[in-house]
């Protein structure tokens, strides 16, 4: 019953905080803040190493491994491209031909 | 002994969470952002090491295998994708993720079916339906996005219906499970993963073009909440947080799209049958009546553009659709350069997700200090002369505030009725996705210039900057002591052994590209040396002056990069510059404190002389003074590009 009240005030005080903490980012960002945070929802790929932290039957290893490429592919393409458009993101020129 | 071992666990997770908040936390910054990003990177990455530390690993190959194919696709991906994919590929992404959630819920409860207890056993069916209804979801809305499926809403015969019995379905199924009814649990978890794929393929589909960002930002919450899910099956506190930090994200998103259009989120999931119908039918009366606006009215809105001090440019799905954006930046550049004040006015629900054409427009390089969000521009527009509407409809339409019960009624706009003169390059006069008429396409002080948004630009950029009185002036400038110039400077190229060729995006104004070839041919047919230098940043995209003068047949050969070439131009006979300033602008080199102080230059003024054959003599974007035109050395050619190398080419021949 602890453990559920513990999960249940982890969830609500992580939400609370995001909530407060995300509202107040410009919206020239939010294309890029969507791509990070669904970076970030790919830390299910912690629950997988958990998973394979114990003996576990084939069907649960080809599973297991499946959940374990699509995550990384959500991680590390999400952290790629979002870093990639906010390169784009630039104050000024720093030159350039004039006519 | 262990309770102070619990404790330091505790802490640790705790730290990682406080760098993943310190990452988003530098979002408020868009020059931070870059590093917020890796700083998130690095809390998940610490979060992986504390799990594998904690745990350990029976499967280190496993895990190793899946690790290089995931995430060397996802890199890949990531680095061959170009931005107008960018809407697509992160609903795959998220349906990406949603397969995770439900493959690992689906493990997580068939290894542990005897022993978990109820709570997990709930919250793991909940990852499994929430993680799958995500998976097809966002496949839908990624085939919608990159136009794989239609846009338009697909609406089958009783849709809520059929919604609500596949969404009963689900949920008897998971108190089926969890009291334990049925002795196979496996075949009840993957009836529970079929039904909740097509739940959310039967919500997806009927979710139409323009409420993509809706649907994108709301998946993007429930994979958030299926993560957090996955973390209460295994009691892992670090998922749950992260879970619950996405599903707030992506709940802010979605809040702040629906305001943005005015709608609830239950009139964007199930669009009411009895409304979009009936607009249908009003749009069809009214595109007869419209016919009668003024058309394509290009000099007058080429006229209205000149004068206008104040311009606001309004960009929309289509700009995105016709891939204007460059075109946009190009148009915007040449009208900050003569001095007008120029900004853009964003829309929150313009184009298919969230912050859209800020993606779009950071791609074509613009300062993002000029764009502007709709409650910080609006009042601006009665001050306005010219608001440019590229390709948006619905956030211009003042029936929104002027009309009781039309679907945008009360929903925000754009106030671009309010400035002085409009101009709309729209590909048609028909209403926007609300079904609902446009007034503003009526105003006496609108011009519509209707057809591809890309090319009515592009028509406005050519003729934009040559009739300009600033233009006039310099010609008859140049005309009355042209010939001076032009015949010492034909004398310098005919007696120069070793060319150096400078193009900048002067040329690609004045698509001078092929006079300036036909010119280093006809040299080099006499004998001479004649070599191309392109500075890293010439032009308006990495790259412009090599695909320009590629188009125009150079061969590549005779491309030079910066650091390659510099050394030669002190051996140099004669640099032509055709439309570059900053770039061979020694002040980079010679005066500190400058905007450009620093920048690595193309060495022009090391060669015996310099031909400068640029639209006027006045600084270029930097606004340094180019300490080059004063040089001995140099000869102004002053004008047009193009026609300055066709001159050169007559004296030449002659």
Redesign the interface.
């Known amino acids: 019953m602890t453990?559920?009240l513990?999960?249940i005030g982890?969830?609500?005080?992580?939400?609370?905080?995001?909530?407060f903490?995300?509202?107040?980012?410009?919206?020239?960002?939010?294309?890029?803040?969507?791509?990070?945070?669904?970076?970030?929802?790919?830390?299910?790929?912690?629950?997988?190493?958990?998973?394979?932290?114990?003996?576990?039957?084939r069907?649960?290893?080809i599973?297991?491994?499946?959940?374990?490429?699509?995550?990384?592919?959500?991680?590390?393409?999400?952290?790629?491209?979002?870093?990639?458009?906010?390169?784009?993101?630039?104050?000024?020129?720093?030159?350039?031909?004039?006519? | 002994m262990t309770e102070s071992y619990a404790a330091l666990n505790l802490v640790l997770d705790f730290c990682v969470?406080a760098i993943?908040?310190l990452?988003?936390?530098l979002?408020?910054w868009?020059?931070r952002?870059?590093f917020?990003?890796?700083t998130?990177?690095f809390a998940?990455a610490c979060?992986?090491g504390l799990?594998?530390y904690r745990?350990?690993?029976?499967?280190s190959n496993?895990?190793l295998?899946?690790?290089v194919?995931?995430?060397g696709?996802?890199?890949w991906?990531?680095?061959r994708?170009t931005?107008i994919q960018?809407p697509a590929?992160?609903a795959f992404?998220?349906g990406?993720?949603g397969?995770?959630?439900f493959?690992?819920s689906?493990?997580?409860l068939?290894?542990g079916s005897q022993h978990l207890g109820m709570?997990n056993e709930i919250s793991g069916l909940l990852g499994l339906a929430i993680g799958s209804l995500t998976f097809s979801g966002s496949m839908i809305a990624g085939g919608k996005l990159s136009n794989r499926l239609g846009q338009t809403p697909r609406i089958l015969p009783r849709h809520t219906w059929l919604l609500m019995i596949n969404l009963i379905g689900i949920i008897m199924l998971i108190i089926v499970s969890v009291v334990g009814l049925l002795e196979s649990r496996i075949f009840l978890y993957i009836l529970i993963i079929f039904m909740s794929v097509l739940f959310g393929v039967i919500f997806s589909i009927r979710i139409g073009g323009a409420d993509m960002p809706v649907l994108?930002?709301f998946l993007?919450a429930t994979?958030?909440v299926?993560?957090?899910f996955?973390?209460?099956?295994?009691?892992?506190?670090?998922?749950?947080?992260?879970?619950?930090?996405?599903?707030?994200?992506?709940?802010?998103?979605t809040h702040?799209m629906c305001k943005a259009m005015n709608r609830s989120l239950y009139r964007v999931f199930v669009p009411g049958q009895d409304i979009s119908p009936k607009n249908k039918i009003s749009s069809q009366d009214t595109t007869d009546t419209q016919i009668i606006a003024p058309k394509n009215n290009f000099q007058t809105a080429l006229e209205y553009a000149r004068e206008a001090k104040k311009v606001i440019i309004i960009p929309g799905y289509g700009m995105a659709v016709a891939q204007a954006q460059f075109a946009v930046i190009q148009l915007s550049n040449i009208m900050l350069?003569m001095g007008k004040d120029v900004k853009f006015a964003?829309h929150?629900v313009a184009g298919r997700?969230?912050?859209?054409m800020?993606?779009l427009l950071?791609?074509a390089?613009i300062?993002?200090?000029l764009?502007k969000?709709m409650d910080e521009i609006n009042p601006d527009f009665s001050k306005t002369d010219l608001s440019l509407v590229i390709g948006a409809c619905d956030v211009v339409n003042p029936a929104a505030i002027e009309v009781d019960g039309s679907p945008i009624s009360g929903m925000p706009i754009l106030h671009a009725h309010k400035s002085r003169h409009v101009v709309c390059c729209n590909l048609d006069d028909k209403p926007g996705y609300s079904g609902v008429k446009n007034p503003l396409y009526e105003n006496e002080n609108t011009i519509l210039l209707l057809g591809n948004a890309k090319e009515t630009i592009e028509r406005l950029v050519e003729t934009f900057?040559q009739v300009t009185p600033d233009m006039e002036e310099y010609s008859s400038l140049n005309q009355t002591d042209q010939k001076n110039p032009l015949e010492l400077a034909t004398a310098t190229l005919l007696s120069a052994q070793k060319i150096i060729i400078v193009?900048?995006?002067?040329?690609a104004?004045?698509q001078a590209q092929f006079k300036v070839v036909q010119l280093a041919s006809m040299l080099e047919s006499l004998g001479t040396d004649v070599k191309f230098a392109i500075?890293p940043?010439?032009?308006?995209m990495p790259g412009h002056m090599n695909v320009l003068l590629a188009e125009a047949d150079v061969d590549y050969d005779k491309l030079y990069e910066m650091d390659e070439i510099n050394p030669e131009f002190s051996q140099t006979d004669v640099v032509i510059v055709f439309?570059?300033?900053?770039?061979v602008n020694p002040s980079a080199m010679d005066t500190p404190g400058t905007p450009?102080s620093g920048?690595p230059i193309l060495m022009a003024h090391d060669a015996k002389r310099i031909l400068v054959c640029?639209?006027?003599a006045?600084?270029?974007?930097?606004g340094v003074e180019n300490t080059l035109y004063k040089d001995q050395k140099t000869i102004m050619l002053i004008g047009d590009?193009a026609s300055t190398a066709n001159n050169l080419i007559e004296a030449i021949k002659s």
């Not at chain 1, 890029?32 to 932290?53: E, K, R």
């Not at chain 1, 490429?69 to 906010?86: H, S």
């Not at chain 2, 998922?239 to 599903?247: E, F, K, N, Q, Y």
């Not at chain 2, 997700?353 to 859209?356: A, Q, V």
Request: glycine share 10%.
């Open positions: 453990n559920l513990l999960m982890i969830f609500l005080f992580s939400f609370v905080v995001g909530y903490l995300i509202s107040r980012i410009p919206t020239l960002l939010h294309t890029p803040l969507m791509s990070m945070t669904n970076a970030i929802s790919a830390v299910t790929i912690l629950g997988v190493l958990i998973l394979f932290s114990v003996a576990s039957t069907t649960e290893q599973i297991g491994s499946i959940a374990f490429v699509m995550a990384a592919f959500n991680l590390v393409g999400g952290f790629a491209i979002t870093d990639r458009m906010l390169r784009l993101f630039k104050k000024k020129e720093t030159g350039g031909g004039a006519p | 969470i993943l908040i990452g988003i936390w979002f408020h868009p020059h952002a870059k917020g990003n890796l998130a990177a998940l979060a992986a799990v594998l745990n350990g690993t029976m499967y496993i895990i295998l899946s690790l194919v995931g995430s696709a996802g890199f991906v990531a680095k994708i931005m960018i590929m992160v992404q998220h990406a993720g397969v995770a959630a493959l690992l689906f493990a997580e068939i290894r709570v994108i930002s993007n994979a958030g299926a993560a957090a996955c973390g209460m099956i295994i009691e892992n506190k670090l998922l749950i947080s992260c879970g619950a930090t996405v599903a707030a994200s992506g709940s802010i998103l702040v350069d964003i929150p997700m969230p912050g859209h800020n993606v950071a791609e390089g300062d993002y200090d764009l969000e900057p193009p900048g995006y002067g040329m104004l004045a500075h940043v010439a032009g308006r439309g570059a300033c900053d770039v450009i920048m640029n639209f006027d006045n600084p270029g974007y930097s590009a």
